[in-house]
């Protein structure tokens, strides 16, 4: 299972989850960090299992 680090800001209407290291627009959001946290893990996912191509190397895979 590959791991990603979640960028969470906080904007006056909410929060939002980006991923780092994924090309593209996947983001969560939510009305708290723990909301947009738990959003972003679907969108994670969608766009693992639809752009497994285009995805960078997993430095920690042999």
Known sequence: MRQF???VDKFPGGYV????????????????YEEALADAKP???FHLET????????????
């Not at 989850?17 to 708290?32: I, Q, S």
């Not at 752009?51 to 042999?62: T, V």
């Open 51 to 62: 752009f497994k191509n285009d995805l960078p190397a997993d430095k920690n895979r042999s």
């Open 43 to 45: 969108a994670i996912q």
């Open 5 to 7: 680090k979640v960028l």
């Open 17 to 32: 989850a980006y991923p780092l290291g994924l090309k593209g627009a996947v983001v969560g959001e939510g009305d708290t």
